[in-house]
């Protein structure tokens, strides 16, 4: 397969490359995206515009939030001072994300846009995806599956958002800034992602064109509790059966304030909003947090392979919240 590659030296150009091209698209770390071009020919763009040199690295606090150029390798993220002190569950989800190696090459813009590891979709000669192929079925609804979502997920689609960061930037109420031939926005991060409904092969709302510039991430206030737990088939660099990322605060031994999102189960980084309300002004105890464990699996569309996730969920942020709350 031929391509052109292009080194973009500003914002505005990138832009232009892609958008005036419908076979175009972005190169950044390249960690998942070289995988999906060479090896496994999921994805063939014609044009490659490399936007290694545009001025979109570094970190600047801002109005108690951290801006976050997309270009910033996940190391550097975990490594920064605001992150360690006043975000913690954010380096949590780095370091159990991926290896030091790929965490030095891998991009902040680009662990937001990774594609699934559903097999289904990563090997054609494997069985039918709707997401690589629209309409030609999904073999996970109908076939093997285990490492595929119950939460959003549709008899068109299982396959399950595999970012580890994302569920706690859920969970914060990250913002993603964005660049393209129509100008500037920003979006907040829980609606920057599609459900599949009949059409998981739009799986963003991001218009062909628009680039990643910065993710805006809230930071903390003082006193917060906060962390990410991931539980997997292994220690090493797995990717999570089940994870939940939770911040809440305690006045008087009760939950003043919650934030839940749990990962490893949904198409999409899943906020829980129905675990919040069970939280917020309850006790800090064992019933209370199994009640908002019972409600943030909301309807779960289960297949054979997957049906252990829901329980599995739950006693993650069970887990979590007790971790969080204790003493």
């Known amino acids: 397969m031929a391509m052109q590659y292009v080194r973009a030296e500003d914002t505005t150009t990138a832009v232009d ?28 763009p014609e044009v490659l515009v490399d936007v290694t040199r545009l001025p979109l690295r570094g970190m600047r606090e801002e109005c108690d939030s951290l801006v976050v150029g997309a270009l910033t390798t996940m190391e550097e ?56 192929a629209p309409g030609s079925g999904c073999a996970a609804y109908v076939g093997e599956a285990r490492m595929h979502a119950i939460l959003g997920a549709s008899e068109h689609c299982i396959a399950l958002h595999a970012s580890d960061l994302c569920v706690p930037l859920v969970s914060l109420d990250a913002r993603v800034r964005l660049q393209g031939p129509r100008g500037a926005r920003t979006v907040p991060l829980r609606d920057f992602y599609l459900l599949p409904g009949d059409t998981p092969d739009k799986e963003t709302v991001l218009e062909h064109g628009e680039l990643i510039t910065h993710v805006v991430i809230p930071l903390l206030p003082a006193g917060a509790r906060s962390g990410y737990l991931k539980v997997r088939d292994r220690a090493s660099y797995e990717f999570a059966l089940a994870s939940a990322a939770a911040v809440v605060q305690l006045a008087d031994e009760r939950i003043s304030q919650a934030r839940v999102a749990l990962g490893g189960v949904g198409t999409m980084p899943w906020r829980a909003p129905e675990a919040e309300a069970v939280l917020v002004g309850s006790r800090a105890d064992e019933p209370t947090f199994r009640a908002a464990a019972d409600a943030a699996v909301v309807d779960p569309l289960v297949v054979p392979g997957t049906a252990f996730k829901v329980e599995l969920v739950k006693r993650t942020l069970v887990r979590l919240l007790q971790d969080l709350t204790e003493g």
């Open 17 to 44: 490359l892609v958008a005036s091209n419908p076979s175009a698209a972005y190169l950044a770390g390249g960690t998942t995206e070289v995988d999906l071009i060479l090896k496994d020919a999921v994805v063939t």
């Open 77 to 132: 993220l975990a490594a920064h001072p605001a992150i360690i002190e006043r975000a913690p569950l954010i380096r949590e989800a780095l370091l159990a994300g991926a290896s030091t190696q790929l965490r030095n090459m891998a991009t902040i813009g680009g662990n937001l846009l990774q594609r699934t590891r559903c097999r289904y979709f990563r090997d054609p000669m494997v069985g039918a995806c709707n997401k690589r």
